[in-house]
């Protein structure tokens, strides 16, 4: 017999390529897995895995156990998601992944009011700098600020956003205000640093052509860089030169005048918040809930 232990501990083995990784994701030791794995495996009489001195490999026995692992894990949860969701009360614990920046200031927030509605749900909030393997890693679903190229996620947009250009006013005031995404070319821009992303290259729209097919390509310089987008508004705010923020991160600034939008017909169309999870046949109904509280807050787009 082979209980679900069983089933997660061989997919730990195949997904992290490692027995001591596999271990640490199941929170037990390397010399345990080993042990639990050979056992599993005299069971059935065949090898799951050829081991070498650098890596784990899957044999095609390991890969057909797997693909039915992966299935009898799904089923049982969602034995227990729809056994959960004949109580009147949603119960249980819901993972999602978020954006750290818009974790911390729109998604913490929203998550805990719908906490003191919900009492009977725990819900852990993973801000992280990359999606994360949503299935691998046991996520319900992720609020993200770009559509991954992919078919493997259900994904939908909960709210409207794009990328704006700001500076302070005392910057403007020194070095001009510019009247069209080529004058940029002559300012201080504030570069953010992005994983597949040139950082003196920003795509610009006109907004109302939502199409992408218009796009202006704008070379800039500057001397300050950063991977993180606090750092860049605070530059800005500070009189450093230009930057090109979400409008959900920087709107209370310009709404206060501490920031000015420079050229506001244009904007980079690559920020609306998603969300994005597995597919799974039934939906739990705490995931259900949050999913549509999150929805409802964010639909207005109050930074728009």
């Known amino acids: 017999m082979h209980d679900r232990g069983d089933l997660l501990l061989v997919l730990a083995v195949k997904e992290t390529g490692s027995l001591t990784a596999a271990g640490r994701q199941l929170d ?39 693909e039915l692992a992966r299935r009898l894990l799904e089923d049982f ?39 003191r509605l919900y009492p009977s749900v725990d819900i852990e909030l993973h801000a992280r700098n990359r999606l994360p393997d949503l299935q691998a890693e046991g996520f319900d679903g992720a609020l993200w600020l770009w559509h991954p ?28 205000t510019p009247r069209t995404p080529e004058d940029l070319a002559g300012h201080a821009c504030l570069l953010m640093l992005e994983r597949d992303m040139p950082a003196n290259i920003w795509r ?14 704008v070379r800039v310089t500057g001397r300050l860089r950063s991977n993180n987008g606090d750092v860049l508004r605070d530059w800005a705010i500070g009189g450093a030169g230009i930057a090109l923020r979400p409008v959900w991160d920087v709107f209370e600034h310009i709404r206060s005048g501490r920031l000015t939008h420079v050229l506001p017909a244009y904007a980079k169309l690559d920020s609306d918040v998603q969300w994005i999870a597995p597919y799974r046949s039934h939906l739990p109904q705490r995931v259900r809930l949050l999913k549509e509280f999150l929805a409802a807050r964010l639909r207005e787009a109050p930074w728009l």
């Open 28 to 66: 037990i030791t390397g010399a345990a897995v080993t042990k639990r794995l050979a056992q599993i495996e005299a069971r059935l009489a065949v090898r799951l895995f050829r081991r070498t001195t650098r890596s784990v490999v899957a044999t095609p026995e390991g890969e057909l156990y797997c």
């Open 77 to 115: 949860e969602n034995l227990e998601a729809r056994v959960a969701d004949f109580g009147s009360t949603p119960v249980g614990v819901v993972k999602i992944a978020c954006n750290v920046g818009f974790g911390r200031q729109w998604a913490g927030p929203t998550i805990e009011a719908f906490s």
């Open 149 to 176: 190229q992919s078919t493997q996620w259900i994904i939908q947009t909960l709210a409207k956003n794009h990328r704006a250009m700001v500076a302070a006013p005392a910057y403007l005031e020194r070095a001009g």
């Open 204 to 217: 610009l729209n006109r907004l109302g052509d939502e199409t992408g097919e218009a796009a202006i390509d």
